[in-house]
């Protein structure tokens, strides 16, 4: 997986830079672009659904509203004609008549609810009949003929009392009920409220007939308003369980998708493409929808997102061709710094020519400059060269005086010995092997062990000087021993101690040397129990404390050594160095 992913990249890594900056602008400018038409043509869409479906429920709610006056204008002619004595007094006398009786009986109650409309000042607009049926089930109708539509025979009576609306009726127990289809008969364009006539003489409120109430669904005309561009309105009768289009009458795509319960008659519009929005009727407890489709909907949006994708690939194109400019100014200056390098490899000094004052320019400035300065260098380097043989030479020659002064110390030795001047002959050979230890040979470190050598020559020399008054106390620990460490860092702090605590102390002295591992670090103290002093500036501006300060500090480095002095007046003074040896340098043996 970690090489397919650099191998995958490999693939399409251009070897020209203007390729690459191409390829660059196009990657960081067209997602971007492509993004922002996604989200503004999204946002747009979002934005017209919504305020879509807000309008869309606002203007059902207020056509509920307008549905709702002419419902209860309805009811309320319903109530007129229940309440009417006259009716409710021919229905207590209803029988079975002779056909003359019954003629008489039907004008005169045709008559009497005529009379309730006109006293009442009821909108019939939308009434187109209204049937009055007795306990037998004996028609009189305003409207329409006296008789029972679909169900008149000889066991009509039987046959309404079978039908789920009669049934409907008789559980309202006489408030008025609203059904979607006419209850009387096949048609289309019609619905009926029912209402029962009940006794109010009798305390069991005993039936004493039905109102049958025609309506015309033109009614939905005057409730809903709107153009096919906007969509369409629908009005779902679905109390009984089973959705059922009350408008509009005619069959339409939207009416032909309503079937099952209300819930899968709009999932059913969903599925089609249709946007809808519901709003449910309080007086017929029937469900008003709005329902459009949502490519006419979503037209404008569409028109959005086709100018946002035009103005994008426009957008895209412009920055194409200015991409192509400016790689052009970026990769021509480039590709004569690589003329410069290819021809300076060759051996060419001249470059003619200059270059802009810009990023580029300013590589290319450089390495003219480089050029001319290697070219000076290589000059320089020919002539160092020259001066480093001559050097050779002559530290060949001062090699001589080394070894002169080693064989002088050597005869000196030999002749005190001979005229057995002990003292002479020590001092000649602790001189002549501290002068040794102190070259080295040349080398820069030295094993601890012979640096802590050449401080025993050192107070061998100074005791003789002294007559002893210097006493040398060492305590290494003995895994350091072998370790390489920068020569001459230790024997100037004991010179230190001598010269300036124990020379002007009055008797003898100590001088203490501690070392020690301390993790990855060494850790060597040297202190003296000399007259110290309480200005240790006097000290650090002397040349060696402040000679091995700096040797250190460059050699093994700030962050990896430390030099820490301490002194107090009549008691001493105390030096600790701290630092990491390299690795590299090893371990001798001792």
Known sequence: MKNGIPSLLGRFRFRRVRSRFLAAMIVLSLPPLVLLGYISFDIAKSTLLENNRQTNRDHLETSSEVADLLFRNIINLNRYIVLSPEIRDDLRKSGINSSIEQENKNVQTINRLQRVLNTNSIDTRFVDSMCVFDLHFQAYCLGRSDDAGIYEGADKAEAIQRTAWYQKALAAQGRVEFFGSS????????????????????????????????????MFGSIFSSSPESGRFLAIDATGGKAQAVYPVAASSETSLISGNLQEALGNLHEQGYLTSEFRNITTGWTFVHAIPSRELLKDSNRIGTATTL???????????????????????????????IDWTKGNREFEGTFKDDEVGAIGETFRRLAYENQELDARLYHSELKEREAELRALQAQIKPHFLYNTLDSIYWMARLNKTQEVAQMALALSESFKLSLNKGRETIPLYKELKHIEHYMTIQNFRYKGRFKYEAEIDSSIMGIEILKLILQPLVENAIYHGLEPKVGEGT??????????????????????????????QGYGLRNVRERMTLYYGSSSSSFTMTSEAGKGTRIELRFRPFLEEGISDA
């Open 183 to 218: 209850v009387l008969e096949d048609n289309p364009n019609s619905f009926s409220t029912v209402k029962l006539f009940r006794d109010s003489e009798s305390l069991s409120g005993e039936t004493l007939g039905l109102l049958v109430v025609n309506l015309s669904k033109s």
């Open 511 to 540: 001088i203490r040397l501690e070392g020690k591992r301390d993790g990855d670090q060494l850790v060597f103290i040297v202190e003296d129990d000399g007259v110290g002093m309480e200005d240790l500036s006097v000290i650090e």
């Open 311 to 341: 103005i994008a690939s426009l957008i895209a194109l412009v920055a194409l061709i200015l991409s192509f400019l400016l790689s052009g100014g970026i990769t021509r200056p480039l590709l004569r710094i690589k003329k410069m390098m």
